[in-house]
């Protein structure tokens, strides 16, 4: 097993400029999540989906678009680059919000 | 909203010595999760508490859930170079619902 697989695992943008961070788990597990990393700020959530088809805001969600189309992947949409979207991104899953989540390795973007 | 609470956010250790980083959640929780993330690398899953009280053990690491079920200790005894990295707590208010996560307390372990 894979686990969760991000792509890229670096990127940098310039301002404006649109792209997609691509997550895939292998796991069958229904819930999925986009947090965001920044010093001294822990954690924040994005966007999550508690199965396919079904998704919902974070507390962090502007400037960011998500869709569930199969249980497999979760893709992040940066609409239109900014930068305090200077940030690692962790896509995250799990068989339920009750359960541990499993953390793919991350992608580190750069917003000039 | 709910917060979650990290003290200390930095601890400095020498190796051998003991550990402790707390919790606190503003609201009563559901359930707290445990995660350590390496320098460079992503959170790792170490363990959930569910019950008022609860005490867990891993090796050298203990976990407690509070009687309240707002606040939460990790305790490693003996540090060890191993054990550097950042903890994170997360919490949950309800069953089902979306975890937050604690500021993290960044643990350097001197050799």
Redesign the interface.
């Known amino acids: 097993n894979a686990g969760v697989t991000q792509t890229p695992k670096f990127q940098v943008l310039k301002t404006g400029q649109s792209m997609t961070l691509q997550c895939a788990q292998d796991m069958n597990h229904e819930y999925m ?1 986009w ?1 965001r990393q920044d010093p ?6 994005i966007h ?1 989906s508690v199965g396919a088809g079904i998704t919902d805001q ?2 962090v969600p502007n400037g960011y678009n998500v869709s569930r189309s199969t249980t497999e992947d979760f893709p992040l949409r940066l609409l239109s680059a900014a930068p305090s979207q200077t940030s690692v991104y ?1 896509c ?1 899953s799990s068989y ?11 992608t580190r973007l750069t917003v000039v | 909203g709910q917060q979650v609470m990290q003290i200390p956010q930095y601890q400095h250790v020498q190796e051998g010595e003991d550990f402790t980083t707390y919790c606190n959640s503003s609201t009563t929780l559901s359930n707290i999760q445990w995660y350590k993330q390496r320098p460079g690398g992503h959170p790792v899953f170490l363990i959930q508490l569910v019950k008022s009280g609860e005490v867990k053990k891993q090796k050298r690491l203990t976990f407690q859930f509070g009687e309240a079920k707002k606040n939460s200790s990790l305790h490693i005894t003996a540090t060890q170079t191993t054990d550097v990295g950042t903890y994170f707590c997360a919490g949950a208010e309800t069953s089902g619902s979306r975890l937050t996560f604690g500021e993290g307390t960044q643990l350097t372990v001197n050799p």
């Open positions: 999540s947090y001294g700020m822990g954690l924040r959530l999550y974070g507390e962790f995250a339920s919000a009750d359960y541990g989540y499993t953390f793919g390795s991350g």
